[in-house]
């Protein structure tokens, strides 16, 4: 059985820093493309990055470019999303999900999940 749990979202100032990270267990997660999702009050969920399976390739949405990083520890079984120089558009439950596949342009969207986490929510104060 597929278990991802997010931690690490609270509330933050303006250009803070934080970390998000996401715990797998239940699957061959050295074998699985994973990704970060978003989902602001009143909006769809959409992508923030995806990485490749073995961690060496990552895609961002536009937003998150320079600013999110994305990275996946095959060895903890977890991914993590280091966030910079937040505004308060970036408020929102983050979500940890396994991938069907990596694009190699851009992130896939949420038809391409299979699995998804309970979310972190993430506050950014003006």
């Known amino acids: 059985q597929v278990q991802l749990a997010e931690s690490g979202g609270r509330l933050v100032q303006t250009g803070d820093s934080l970390t998000l990270s996401c715990a797998a267990s239940?699957?061959?997660?050295?074998?699985?493309?994973m990704a970060w999702f978003r989902q602001a009050p009143g909006e769809e969920r959409q992508p923030v990055a995806a990485i490749s399976s073995t961690g060496r390739g990552t895609n961002y949405a536009d937003f998150a470019k320079g600013r999110f990083t994305i990275s996946k520890d095959n060895v903890k079984n977890m991914i993590h999303l280091q966030m910079d120089r937040l505004t308060p558009d970036d408020t929102a439950v983050y979500y940890c999900?396994?991938?069907?596949?990596?694009?190699?342009?851009?992130?896939?969207?949420?038809?391409?999940?299979?699995?998804w986490g309970q979310g972190t929510p993430v506050t950014v104060s003006s």
């Open positions: 999900a396994t991938l069907r596949y990596f694009g190699s342009d851009d992130v896939p969207g949420p038809g391409a999940v299979d699995s």
């Open positions: 239940g699957f061959p997660f050295g074998l699985r493309p």
